[in-house]
């Protein structure tokens, strides 16, 4: 028998948070306040009590466990001649540290900490050439060693994706990629990788909007990105399992929406939404989504009565009016496992197999996708 926390006891809900932090590394602020049954200000109140006593710190819409002694390492890599005995020190290169990726970085954090591993962490800013450098630089020479295994979110984008993956394939240092895997048909034997299958998040979606009574779901989504390609390739695979036609649908991106002169970009979309008898809109990502439901408020379009909308990522959705249902990666889960993965074949050595996993994302329905009438 599973029991549920009380709604109304501050102890009860702040040790509630406490056992998520210490499983996942990071907790957000909205599928906190779903699992108590409290508001999304009650669930700060108490992260605010918990940060002041110094247990957690807060973090963009949730909180995350405090660097432990073992955790992440902002700085040089490991110094060759020092004695490192039995501990292990794995890199962690990441495009940046601002949105999306703080919840991998406390997931990888939090399982470094578990396995008394030091966590060394670069940003490269989504180049390439970052990635290969920073790379470069934590797997060592072979006179001078660097880290034991790289974890790495690389840049999917560009003409020089396979050259770079094709180099991470080859060093002699193991390399998990996080958040990321090659294409479908690749030559890569060393390659591990631990991802969110973000098609499968944007099936999730349409699905969804599919049963609420929709049959005009378009797709707005940022140009160029791997998250983006893998959406549209869910999103266009459910309609046609649905006996949707995806060419009749609306598809845009998101650029521009959260940036100066916005409001001429959302009106374009909202024309092409009413042109087509659109219903129902997955957007890419949440501050996207927030811009466009509150363009569409203003102009008098109801959401969700006129138009049900879906984002993704769950950052901040839940702080929307109405609030957004999103669909949440699993992005701290990614951190972790990829962590646990790199401790595990640095540990276990040859005899263990390739491991290469893809987590499903989860889709928490709020008031954005259920109509009222």
Same mark, same amino acid.
């Given at each position: 028998?599973?029991?549920?926390?009380?709604?109304?006891?501050?102890?009860?809900?702040?040790?509630?948070?406490?056992?998520?932090?210490?499983?996942?590394?990071?907790?957000?602020?909205?599928?906190?306040?779903?699992?108590?049954?409290?508001?999304?200000?009650?669930?700060?109140?108490?992260?605010?009590?918990?940060?002041?006593?110094?247990?957690?710190?807060?973090?963009?819409?949730?909180?995350?466990?405090?660097?432990?002694?073992?955790?992440?390492?902002?700085?040089?890599?490991?110094?060759?001649?020092?004695?490192?005995? $039995?501990?292990?020190?794995?890199? =962690?290169?990441?495009?940046?540290?601002?949105?999306?990726?703080?919840?991998?970085?406390?997931?990888?954090?939090?399982?470094?900490?578990?396995?008394?591993?030091? +966590?060394?962490?670069?940003?490269?800013?989504?180049?390439?050439?970052?990635?290969?450098?920073?790379?470069?630089? =934590?797997?060592? $020479?072979?006179?001078?060693?660097?880290?034991?295994?790289?974890?790495?979110?690389?840049?999917?984008?560009?003409?020089?994706?396979?050259?770079?993956?094709?180099?991470?394939?080859?060093?002699?240092?193991?390399?998990?990629?996080?958040?990321?895997?090659?294409?479908?048909?690749?030559?890569?034997? $060393?390659?591990?990788?631990?991802?969110?299958?973000?098609?499968?998040?944007?099936?999730? %979606?349409?699905?969804?909007?599919?049963?609420?009574?929709?049959?005009?779901?378009? +797709?707005?989504?940022?140009?160029?990105?791997?998250? $983006?390609?893998?959406?549209?390739?869910?999103?266009?695979? %459910?309609?046609? #399992? =649905?006996?949707? %036609?995806?060419?009749?649908?609306?598809?845009?991106?998101?650029?521009?929406?959260?940036?100066?002169?916005?409001?001429?970009?959302?009106?374009?979309?909202?024309?092409?939404?009413?042109?087509?008898?659109? #219903?129902?809109?997955?957007?890419?990502?949440?501050?996207?989504?927030?811009?466009?439901?509150?363009?569409?408020?203003?102009?008098?379009?109801?959401?969700?009565?006129? =138009?049900?909308?879906?984002?993704?990522?769950?950052?901040? %959705?839940?702080?929307?009016?109405?609030?957004?249902?999103?669909?949440?990666?699993? #992005?701290?889960?990614?951190?972790?496992?990829?962590?646990?993965?790199?401790?595990?074949?640095?540990?276990?050595?040859?005899?263990?197999?390739?491991?290469?996993?893809?987590?499903?994302?989860?889709?928490?329905?709020?008031?954005?996708?259920?109509?009222?009438?």
């Amino acid at each position: 028998m599973t029991t549920q926390p009380a709604r109304g006891f501050g102890t009860t809900r702040r040790e509630h948070i406490m056992r998520e932090l210490r499983t996942h590394g990071t907790v957000a602020t909205g599928a906190l306040a779903d699992q108590l049954g409290v508001s999304a200000m009650t669930v700060r109140r108490d992260v605010n009590a918990l940060a002041a006593k110094g247990l957690l710190v807060r973090v963009h819409g949730g909180a995350a466990l405090p660097e432990p002694a073992a955790g992440v390492v902002d700085g040089p890599a490991p110094d060759a001649t020092a004695p490192r005995g $039995s501990r292990l020190t794995i890199g =962690l290169v990441v495009p940046q540290l601002d949105y999306y990726f703080p919840r991998l970085v406390a997931g990888a954090r939090a399982a470094a900490a578990r396995a008394g591993a030091r +966590l060394v962490i670069r940003t490269t800013a989504y180049d390439p050439d970052e990635d290969h450098h920073q790379c470069r630089r =934590l797997a060592g $020479s072979p006179g001078a060693p660097g880290v034991d295994g790289l974890v790495v979110v690389p840049t999917m984008t560009g003409g020089r994706v396979a050259e770079l993956l094709a180099w991470l394939d080859r060093l002699p240092t193991p390399v998990l990629l996080a958040d990321r895997r090659p294409p479908e048909i690749s030559p890569f034997k $060393s390659l591990e990788w631990v991802a969110s299958d973000h098609a499968s998040g944007a099936a999730t %979606a349409v699905w969804h909007l599919h049963g609420q009574g929709h049959r005009r779901i378009g +797709l707005l989504s940022l140009a160029g990105t791997t998250t $983006s390609r893998a959406l549209h390739h869910g999103w266009h695979d %459910a309609l046609r #399992t =649905l006996a949707i %036609a995806p060419d009749e649908q609306v598809v845009g991106h998101t650029d521009g929406f959260v940036s100066p002169g916005r409001t001429a970009l959302m009106a374009a979309v909202l024309d092409d939404v009413r042109r087509t008898g659109t #219903t129902a809109l997955l957007v890419h990502s949440d501050p996207f989504a927030l811009s466009f439901t509150q363009y569409c408020h203003e102009v008098g379009v109801a959401v969700p009565d006129d =138009l049900a909308v879906v984002a993704y990522d769950d950052e901040v %959705a839940d702080m929307g009016d109405p609030p957004l249902t999103a669909v949440r990666p699993p #992005t701290s889960e990614v951190g972790r496992l990829a962590v646990e993965n790199m401790v595990a074949r640095l540990t276990e050595g040859a005899r263990r197999p390739t491991h290469r996993v893809m987590l499903d994302p989860t889709l928490t329905v709020r008031g954005s996708s259920v109509r009222r009438r």
